[in-house]
């Protein structure tokens, strides 16, 4: 269900004006406090369906930018109150855009990235769910070049 969910994620950008999601460089405050408006954006696109696969879809949309610690958003809940579709779908996401280019920034180096994850568990990130990424790095990493962009 997460792997067909999870690139639903960001659905609510759709609603975010192209100048900001293509803005080179930082966003100023406020350009920065109507793109975190995509989460819930795209969960009000959703959660009306009782599909199961659009009612995943709209947890992961909501959640993913949820922070263990409490200190995320939209809702700032902390925990195991965040869906656990949605602490997965955190994690595989700043993997995925750390390691990308983006008109704003170059990708991070692996190593680079790895210390992150070491310094944001129980953080940003469930620790339980940064421990298995790092016991299974090897695998991340074939799904990683397997699918990465041209």
Known sequence: MLKQASPMHD?????IPDAILNKPGRFDEAEFELMKKHAELGYEML???HRPLLEAAAIVAYEHH??????GYPRGI???????FGRITALADVFDALGS???Y????DDERIF?????ERGKHFDPKLVDIFFDHLDEFL???????DL
Do not use: M, N
């Open 11 to 15: 659905i609510g950008k759709v609603a």
């Open 47 to 49: 959660k009306a369906s």
């Open 66 to 71: 949820e922070k263990y610690d409490g200190s």
């Open 78 to 84: 902390s925990g195991e109150a965040i869906h656990i």
């Open 101 to 103: 280019e983006r008109v």
């Open 105 to 108: 920034k170059q990708a991070w």
């Open 115 to 119: 210390q992150l994850f070491r310094e």
């Open 142 to 148: 074939a799904i990683r070049a397997k699918f990465r």
